[in-house]
């Protein structure tokens, strides 16, 4: 580690996550007291005179267009691949060969092959950690989910559902990068699945142990290919050109059933085509004594409903999860009460818990390392064979 | 009363109200176990072929034109009175002298004199009762609020809310009887927010000590005239004719501050003219140590807000008032746990409620007899004063 | 049908079903202007003084503890069958041959084959109609979804989703009828699943052809016996004597994966178990041009959202389906908007609707008959299959 | 202005709105692309070894505790004030005085008679320009209602509600400086309801022009002092020493009625002991063609009516107001749809808009300068004055 309390941060990737990890960087030690400041040292991108200027924009030190050079350089403390999918196994196990520690955009791969492989570097690394950007167990709702179940408010759990729904993938949008299978390893499951497994496993704190039954579609079979680009991020408006298309090698959405190792049963659905819903992330959880419910478009509340209390009172509790005095979970570092944070803050929640990690101390709430990461990409192989196959797939069967 | 434990009702109006008040009396013995059954022993309106109609299609055993034959026959026990709120007065006093028990549409009049009289006449009768259709306190979400605030749960109140928003009135809406002073009395005031003060006063246990400062508007105007008619009902589509158009002498919205007797302050606000606002009686109760929220337009709900538990989970808790099992009021007369009930099971809930208190039981919440609609009637006064006079008026100053 | 405009009813029933069935036929004709009139003419239940005291509360002229006699006597113009599952196949298919319309509680019958006697008794009946009390398509909000979909402004349908949560039986709630097996054919599945498989097919106007993937869950294996009781209704408290247990033998919760045939994907699930949701008979359709969803904890309210309106102002609106101005089905009959109608008054409305059709006239809605009733009867069947052999199941399979 | 399209920015005030005001220097040119560069030059406060712990966290470049010095430094463009309400008159004219722009937080001073100074030293300032932060006009769901009503989607405006609702300051919660006279100039009414006034004036687009009624009450009337110190702030927990109280000289409550210069009647309140509502700032307009409502508790979201539409298909809509593709505002420089932002981006979108306006370009939306915010100022001198002399004002009376 850099000497005393700095931790020398490159960071691979200068598109939307590449933004949204600069942010949490430039942001966390600003609002929370940590026992390692992250300082901006270099940030690596393919094209040089874009990274140049997103370097220049962001107050990274350094720029680079040749990541290689720089996972190898021994100032560097912590790489963070914020890159697509199919790049982490490459990256993350040469940073790690190198010494680093390593964040890694999720899900932590492609394939559960290369996952598999970057948990082996992580586990052959000394003394080194990992961490994968499942940034809303930050979300303070979520957290305060987490800990709910975990003080045993929920009692036994009976069912579970994981919800991820989008709409931005109609007809007219041309070929991304997400829509192409040999880039981005799968669509909906991957890019929103992977949150809502990853949140489920991390409310619960159960496993899934079996994929009972699953469904992936691909509803827009081809779309207009962009001119001259790899693809934009969903919000970008890469042109297309003329009417040349090519198909979509990835699901629109992915459905499936799952059982939990507490015996909870359990419904999924990440989809980008449900028609007015923008990012709705949602998850609910409910027990013999009380339930959770969360939905991402109202992120700073938690529905809590306690099946203990006197009766004539029950009913679903909105907490609006903000308040410092209360204890929730990262209000102490932002605003009053009620004076709401954001998508961004999960992000900065993470880069302060990992920067607490670093320093030795405890994060406010599990942070998923590789090891953690690649218990929800192989559920995320089970849904693909399940789907394939048409039958259960027993987590078992997945190594 | 009629012999062994019926009681033969007259009720005088077949429009909105008369249709409202048929259903509870027809509903009530069904649904709930009570000491007395009203028996529907006569109808009464004006126009004899309608009347005649509206008995045999709800079970009238008599119809009749001539109200006054109907309250001095010595058959009734109970005179229901629906009409416009101009003919209370003459009608209650004819009934009371008869010696009928005595229920009556609210606001109790069209005026404060008027209502003065009725509450006089109350007084002298030998032994029957009164009450006023304040139905609302018989929706049990709001039942359960006055329970709430009954059990001390609130603590010290510091504000009240109460709202009656509608948006049927817009300037295309004809010159119904509800826009003519004359017979309604009064426009937004008598017609909404009479029910907000009642409901607020329900919930509060607390009675109105001043109007503070009050504002009374007529948006539209002129209306169009309807042709040969007194007007319809507020879902009626009486034609206007021509382009005949009188002036509005009621109010189209009403709005006022004012303190109640434990100190809280108040803000009162009813309107034809909220657009997009079909029903919206809404009323707010914080306390010290807690609060309460209800909108009629998702009436099954009360939202609840209790401030002295942990912290952590404390938000506004959304009770579904129909649980039998809780103890919610009336709920175990009705269908399973949100199976949801509805506006006219507010009058269902009160037919009741006056059945037993006419056999001698309690009812589930306090029924407004003429005393107390006579309270809320002199808030009325005491705001149109406030209005007039641009000055607090302190309810002391009004008899 | 009985002389003038007239029919005989006779309701088989006195429980839940027998109470708001009764109601409906009680409350339609005062309602509604209906060509025919319906006549509560008898009531048969099992027990004879139950049923005569049931009879004199609800105005049923006759009462009989014999159903057989009932649906023979040639007064009875319409045979309605609210008894449990397993009875309805007998009982149907008697008043069929005996020449009586038959209206049947949902799910259609106990079993696949039962179900499918019942088709055939119907279609070799000469002229008479069948009803089946999928009551949901008659709550105004559900209605109009179908209207918006028949009227193509979804256009492609993506998702459907279909939830029905209830959490009534937890580990204490005795044996009930309900938890029987043999007498209710199914748990969660036909009681409250049956209804979203109706509500999806009526609102999207389309056939599930594959259930893709199902599980069925007892979680609470074993309950306690009810004293001398074949048990009560949910909101009941037959009370459970000592400590004698015996084994549940219905699915405490039901969920699927399906295929609908203009190319959705689905998912289905339905609970007795998912604490803190009430009676959440939910329901989600997403198209390409918009969607709608309905939860029917907010019976009175439809949320739609419009894709191709000006995106600046693109949301979910909440439509408060009960304004007659606006051509909102079966608001007409009822009281001003957002003077909520509840429960019992889809009841009401398919009372109305049924007399409608033996009428001569159009209901506001599809009514499902026997055959329409047997398609979300293939489907249960599929899913217990699906559950049960773990493997999509096509509905080609099951006839 | 600072060579070179750079501003330097000198804040004063490292409380609450000195965090705000420095995450939002920090974050704006990053996600914005502006005309000009803030640059974040120098800090001042109070206290020396705190102003320069505030200075190295956030990256000002200078700190002082010299306010006077600062603002006479001919390096700085622009100051901007962040301290309580009674140190903004000289501060402001000194720094107007110095030739140096100048943004304040609002209100805009404690009396109104400082608020006229302020404005007369604006109009004598050569070119320099003015600015209040009135950060939730930049909220950008609050946005969209202004921009709404400006294109006339609202018509003739007949109601307004204005109400912001917290409820911190119960009686354990000693005497902070927002609780003196002396120092905050007054309590809910400069604090919370001055954001009401001018998101009224700013959503309508009209002024008010008469306080109709007014009340002022202080519930708890004796707070506990702080032990050696001014107070700190909301969520501090300045610990209070011993027993010793002292009288609080501030509202906890205002309430008031009002007409807007379009004849809209209005309702206001704004209140810190409103149990159960945390940060509820809140907005109402109801015009003959549509309605908006506001709730910053769920800042990411208006709600619009439409009354133009098919009326079947009429509901408040739920527009996430995030989606740049919609051109909503300031989204395009945030997160994807839905990714919603927080309380701090009000202040960051306001500093954008000052870089904006200070480069020659416009506003997303108007900035308030001091003209304008003493507008709002006359309003709150209005209220003042109506509660106490217990009688409506013309605000021709407040000059």
């Not at 691949?81 to 964040?103: D, F």
């Not at 829509?179 to 899934?208: K, N, P, Y």
Request: glycine letters at 8%.
């Amino acid at each position: 580690m850099a000497e005393q309390k700095q931790i020398n941060v490159a960071l691979i990737g200068s598109k939307f996550m590449g933004r949204a990890h600069s942010n949490a960087y430039l942001k966390a030690p600003r609002f929370f007291d940590l026992p390692v400041e992250p300082v901006m040292h270099t940030i690596a991108a393919r094209n040089r005179e874009e990274v140049e200027r997103f370097a220049k924009r962001w107050g990274w030190i350094n720029a680079s267009d040749d990541w290689k050079k720089v996972v190898a350089d021994e100032a560097i403390d912590l790489v963070d691949i914020g890159v697509p999918n199919h790049m982490h196994r490459e990256m993350a196990i040469a940073a790690l060969e190198a010494g680093r520690h390593v964040a890694c955009e999720k899900p932590l791969a492609d394939t559960l092959d290369s996952a598999r492989e970057m948990v082996a570097a992580a586990k052959k690394a000394s003394g080194q950690k990992t961490f994968v950007w499942y940034n809303y167990r930050r979300c303070p709702a979520l957290t305060l989910a987490h800990q709910l179940v975990k003080q045993g408010k929920l009692g036994r759990i009976y069912h579970v559902r994981g919800f991820y729904l989008q709409d931005w993938a109609g007809p007219d949008v041309p070929l991304l990068w997400r829509f192409q299978g040999d880039v981005a390893g799968s669509g909906s499951l991957g890019d929103l699945c992977a949150h809502s497994i990853d949140a489920a496993r991390f409310v619960t704190g159960e496993e899934i142990t079996e994929v009972s039954g699953a469904v992936m579609e691909t509803f827009i079979k081809e779309r207009k290919v962009i001119a001259g680009s790899a693809g934009g991020e969903i919000s970008g408006s890469g042109a297309a050109t003329a009417e040349q298309t090519a198909p979509s090698t990835v699901d629109d959405s992915s459905l499936f059933l799952a059982r939990f190792s507490g015996g909870a049963v359990a419904s999924f659905e990440a989809t980008r085509l449900s028609t007015g819903d923008k990012n709705g992330n949602r998850i609910e959880v409910h027990g013999e004594k009380g339930a959770v419910r969360f939905d991402f478009e109202r992120m700073a509340e938690l529905q809590w409903y306690d099946a203990t209390i006197e009766p004539a009172v029950q009913g679903w509790t909105t907490i609006n999860v903000s308040n410092a005095g209360a204890g929730h979970p990262y209000a102490e570092a932002w605003w009053p009460t009620a004076h709401t944070i954001g998508y961004e803050h999960g992000f900065i929640n993470q880069a302060a818990d990992i920067c607490r990690a670093l320093g030795g101390e405890q994060p406010v709430a599990p942070l998923p390392d590789f090891e953690d990461a690649y218990q929800t990409q192989r559920v995320l192989a089970a849904v693909v064979e399940s789907a394939k196959n048409r039958c259960p797939v027993s987590l078992d069967q997945i190594k």
